[in-house]
C-alpha cells in the first residue's frame, strides 16, 4: 500500500481556488482515512517558511517524471518557492515503498487542476 501524507495547517487559512475543490471533504474524511491507515497527517502550523520549503521541493522533484505542474498551485512562480505548502494550499505526497515521492497533489495536468479530492477518490462524492 501507498503511504499518503497529508501537510495541512490551519483549515481556516485554506485558500477557496479550483486546486483545492473538495478540500471539505478531504478534511471530514481525514479520520476514517487515517483509522483505516490510508493517510497520515502533518500539521504544518507550526512550521516556519524555511520548515515547509523542503517539503515542497521534495513533492516537486516527482514532476520531473509525471510532467505534473505545481509551481503554480505552491505560489514558485511568484519567486518564493513553495511558499503556500500545508498553508494556503493543502499537500498531498504519494511516498512510494523505498520513500521516493510518487506524485504530488494538487497540481496541473494539462489544462486541469488534479485535486487532493481526485487523488483520494472523493471527487465523485462531492
Same mark, same amino acid.
Given at each position: ?14 485558500? =477557496?481556488?479550483?486546486?483545492? @475543490?473538495? /478540500? +471539505?471533504?478531504?478534511?471530514?474524511? =481525514?479520520? =476514517? ?10 500539521? !504544518?502550523?507550526?512550521?516556519? $517558511? ?5 517539503? *515542497? ?5 516527482? !514532476?520531473?517524471?509525471?510532467?505534473? =505542474?505545481?509551481?503554480?498551485? *505552491? ?7 513553495? /511558499? ?12 512510494? $515503498?523505498?520513500?521516493?515521492?510518487? @506524485?504530488? *497533489?494538487?497540481?496541473? @495536468?494539462? %489544462?486541469? *487542476? %488534479?485535486?487532493?479530492? @481526485?487523488?483520494? +477518490? ?5
Amino acid at each position: 500500500m501507498k503511504t499518503r501524507v497529508l501537510y495541512l495547517g490551519d483549515e481556516k487559512s485554506i485558500w =477557496r481556488a479550483p486546486f483545492n @475543490d473538495g /478540500i +471539505g471533504l478531504v478534511l471530514a474524511s =481525514r479520520e =476514517r482515512l487515517q483509522i483505516a491507515g490510508e493517510l497520515l497527517t502533518v500539521d !504544518t502550523r507550526a512550521l516556519s $517558511d524555511a520548515e515547509r520549503k523542503p517539503i *515542497y521541493f521534495k513533492g516537486a522533484t516527482s !514532476t520531473a517524471k509525471t510532467k505534473h =505542474r505545481v509551481r503554480v498551485v *505552491y505560489g514558485s512562480n511568484n519567486g518564493e518557492p513553495g /511558499i503556500r505548502t500545508g498553508r494556503e494550499v493543502p499537500m498531498l505526497l504519494n511516498f512510494a $515503498d523505498d520513500g521516493t515521492v510518487e @506524485d504530488i *497533489y494538487p497540481h496541473l @495536468d494539462g %489544462v486541469k *487542476y %488534479v485535486t487532493i479530492a @481526485d487523488a483520494l +477518490g472523493l471527487s465523485g462524492k462531492l
